[in-house]
């Protein structure tokens, strides 16, 4: 269960919500817990989640290791602060700040280079959904993304489906939507890796929350949720991590 804080958090914020969720979720052993902080409370939550079930991934990183890049997070640095997954192409950063599947496939390949664990995002437009092209979108971020990655790493990288329409907008997919789109992902997986199809991690992101998780995650394709809004509250977040009401 993977919380997405976005542009949210001061450091003290970031703090006091680590120590909480360490506390609250100290006997979890079968969900693996997975936050996203903004890049400035990286350290300080880095020091909270030693010797905790809690792990810790960056929300972005530029495709080089290091040089004139003003204003660039390098992967090398994100490691070093203690992250071990990263988020690649989530649709704000599409939408924003023109990332595109090109973009996309060489931050994978750059995360992997220095061992980060990708969570590659993908999803349709309200609009390509209506026009009936969900499965042609899905199919062609697939392909670009993950363009020219051997079986293995492809294996390795978790994918996130976050229809845009579901995002931060109270409409979740149902868990039929959802399900479909999962299951279409890993055909598509099964025609390029054969074997990896069944093995990667597909997580579910767009509103979800407290009275839709256990649905979403009783789907036998979806493997856990990438969650914005309600992973920024307590109270949520480890109802969320607990599958609970
Ligand atoms: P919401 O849960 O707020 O819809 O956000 C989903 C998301 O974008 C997670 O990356």
Known sequence: MAGNWKMNKTILEATNFTKALKNSTNDVTDVDILIFPPFTALYAVNNEIKNSNINMGAQNIFWELKGAFTGEISPLMIKDIGCSYVLIGHSERRQYFGETNETVNKKIKIAMEVGLIPIVCIGETLKERKDNNTFNTIEKQVKECLMGLSTEQATS???????????????????????????????????????A?????????????????????????????????????????????KYLK
């Open 157 to 195: 990288l978790v994918v996130a489906y976050e229809p845009v329409w579901a995002i931060g907008t109270g409409k979740t997919a149902t868990p039929e939507q959802a399900q479909e789109v999962h299951s279409f992902i890993r055909k598509v997986y099964k025609k390029i890796y054969n074997s």
């Open 197 to 241: 199809a069944d093995k990667i991690r597909i997580l579910y992101g767009g509103s979800v929350n407290p009275n839709n998780v256990s649905e979403l995650m009783n789907q036998s394709d979806i493997d856990g949720g990438l969650v914005g809004g309600a992973s920024l509250e307590m109270e949520s977040f480890e109802k969320l991590v």
